[in-house]
């Protein structure tokens, strides 16, 4: 799944945990100019996993689709290029 398609996350709000339907994503930290390296996370058959440079807990949630975050505005869309 990692490449084009793979979902993004932020942390802008300063969340304890960030609940996601998906297990292989990328946590960007917050939004640009203020993200950090966007590093592509696998939560294997686990449920969790945790971003080793902001440390925010993303857990997985079987009732969310891939483009779905709690909090909302956890799920990053990127700005189209003019």
């Given at each position: ?80 290029h003019a």
């Open positions: 799944m990692h490449g084009e398609g793979t979902p993004k996350f932020t942390n802008d709000a300063g969340a304890v945990e960030i609940r996601i339907g998906v297990k292989e994503f990328e946590c960007i930290g917050a939004n640009p100019p203020f993200d950090h390296p966007h590093i592509f996370l696998d939560m294997g058959r686990g449920v969790e996993s945790i971003c080793p440079y902001c440390s925010t807990l993303y857990k997985f949630d079987a009732t969310l689709k891939a483009s779905e975050a709690v909090p909302a505005s956890a799920f990053y869309h990127a700005k189209a």
